[in-house]
């Protein structure tokens, strides 16, 4: 959490990158996902994904102790050390994460992944408004001195240190024992693409990545240059967006288990593709459409990634081919994704000097990127009609089971609440 989102982007910000160094910025995690082929080669060589896990992601976190040491020092960061450092921590990470990714669909039961994953997660959001607060703080109060660097240094340095502990822990990690298949890297990456089912998952995400994606990285941005909102309010839009999917976590956790992935990738997909239009109307004096979208974000994007994962998880049961439907899908995504933020950056920068004025609303050219991705979401909906998933719930279904499940939870409790008045009286 504090070598990503608002504080990477301020980091960014500081150095003097515009948007089109931004975009690039947003595009280096997605391009190297590509890396993660490669832990399945050397989880083989360190006879384990445990192994390759902890190291890969020990040293790849550990990356930002430089940075913290360099801003502490007030010592000269170049854009081109800059970026090399951040391109290594992306490229480990990436390994890390795509044997992680095995290793837990070999601990975890098929049947429990929902609620499984839903409950890490809820962890994980807890966590990170905690931190988000904190750190929003520790950055308002070194920009009010003038001395933003040194809040970055500390940042930066302490979350450092978190890795370290983290690698510990996750050395305790039970891991079940496998035979590791000899990798061969031209059957794991075409034999997923001879599925046509994950050929059009892939043609769906790839989309949505692809023109979707293209406003990403300047959600920040705009909160922090033209909203001019502070480090500890974007905190507090993490902590709304965190509290709406800390209640909403494990419910599409169980709506996966009981209707599957699909429908619930579907109803959530579907109803946050106008969510980028609602900072259309936000001002730096009225900021409600921000705190309306935190709201519906922490909903509809937990139902996204939780599903998404899921449907992915789904695609196989052969545990010899899993790594290599994961490292596939990340790897032809993540191209898509990193065009999407060099062309969102090169868009924004080419906009850059556009104010229009339509019914009293001035719209610039970061406005111009939130509608087009709602345009492009609302439109590559029947691309993801066309997934399909065993035993999948038809979303219209499941909609219509989830909302009178729902009615009938009102109304008990309303039962109950008035049941209690009278007994009162």
Known sequence: NLTAGMFLTSFALYLGLNNIGIGFLSAIPAFFTASAFFSIYLSNLLGGRRRLCVLTSSIGRGIFLIFGIMLLFKARISNELFFLLIIMHNILMNLAGNAWLTWMSALVPGERRGRYFAIRNTV??????????????????????????????MLFTGASVSAVIAAGLLTQQHEPKE????????SLFTTPLHDRNFRRLLLFVSFWYLLGGMAGPFFLVHMLTNLKMSYSTIAIYSIVAGCSSFLFQIIWGKAID?????????INYTLSACLPLFWLFATPDF???????SFLTGIFWTGINLSLFNIVLSLTEDKDLKEGYFATFASITGIFAFVASLMGGLFAQLLAG????????????????????????????????RVEEKKATPAIKALQLMGDYTLRRLELYRGLVLNTVRFKK
């Open 124 to 153: 994980l959001n807890i966590v990170g408004m905690i931190v988000n607060v904190v750190g929003g703080k520790v950055l308002d109060v070194f920009k009010a001195a003038g001395d933003i660097a040194r809040g970055l240094g």
């Open 179 to 186: 035979n590791l298949p000899t990798p061969d890297f031209r």
């Open 258 to 266: 009981r209707f599957k992935a699909k429908p619930v990738l579907m």
């Open 287 to 293: 900021l409600l459409p921000i705190w309306l979208d």
């Open 354 to 385: 556009i104010h229009l004025k339509i019914f009293g609303l001035t719209f610039i050219n970061y406005h111009f990127l939130f509608t087009f991705t709602a345009l492009v979401r609302l439109s590559s909906g029947f691309l993801l009609a």
